[in-house]
T-cell receptor, first 113, second 113 residues
């Protein structure tokens, strides 16, 4: 069975600083990997996804993530954080051949002005 | 257009009431999902419909009854709920073909008194 670990429950960064949110997964083969963002009381918005190919994927809002098979990681990065990026971020893994997503516990991002 | 709509946005109900949540998508997606999300937690999968047939039921209590009248519409019928059922209920849809990506609606905030 697949699993996802997001080691950081809370992260605080200053506006304009760089950001990296960590995600580690467990899956027997190459998984489908996703990052979603959720503002308070809202639904989840897809930031980016990795299925295959280039291990550096670009997403919306200036986010990118890098798939590292050797480290079983799919970390999310942004070079310069904006105050509007404050939200909850979820990493998720999907099994190939299925349509079930397993979510990490989330990282709450706070942005200091 | 990657929009999933959900109505109502908020719902307050008593434990003896019967109510329904509605989800709609017009992206031609063939898989639709119901999730339950408690505060500060990741979404928990409840049901999956694939090609209008129930394919996954994550051992959800029978007071929650899903229905998929057609490929664009998904309902969740609620009856005799408990206060602990208060949560954000999220609907999602996906094309239904691998690799699959789920797109989420804004959710219905349910309060059970």
């Amino acid at each position: 069975a697949q699993s996802v670990t997001q080691p950081d429950i809370h992260i605080t960064v200053s506006e304009g600083a760089s950001l990296e949110l960590r995600c580690n997964y467990s899956y027997g083969a190459t998984p489908y990997l996703f990052w979603y963002v959720q503002s308070p009381g809202q639904g989840l918005q897809l930031l980016l996804k990795y299925f295959s190919g280039d291990t550096l994927v670009q997403g919306i809002k200036g986010f990118e993530a890098e798939f590292k098979r050797s480290q079983s990681s799919f970390n999310l990065r942004k070079p310069s954080v904006h105050w509007s990026d404050a939200a909850e971020y979820f990493c998720a893994v999907g099994a190939r051949g299925g349509n079930k997503l397993t979510f990490g516990t989330g990282t709450q991002l706070k942005v200091e002005l | 257009d990657t929009e999933v709509t959900q109505t109502p946005k908020h719902l307050v109900m008593g434990m003896t009431n019967k109510k329904s949540l509605k989800c709609e998508q017009h992206m031609g997606h063939r898989a639709m999902y119901w999730y339950k999300q408690k505060a500060k937690k990741p979404p928990e999968l409840m049901f999956v419909y694939s090609y209008e047939k129930l394919s996954i039921n994550e051992s959800v209590p029978s007071r929650f009854s899903p229905e998929c009248p057609n490929s664009s519409l998904l309902n969740l019928h609620l009856h005799a709920l408990q206060p602990e059922d208060s949560a954000l209920y999220l609907c999602a849809s996906s094309p239904g073909l691998a690799p699959d990506t789920q797109y989420f609606g804004p959710g219905t905030r349910l309060t059970v008194l």
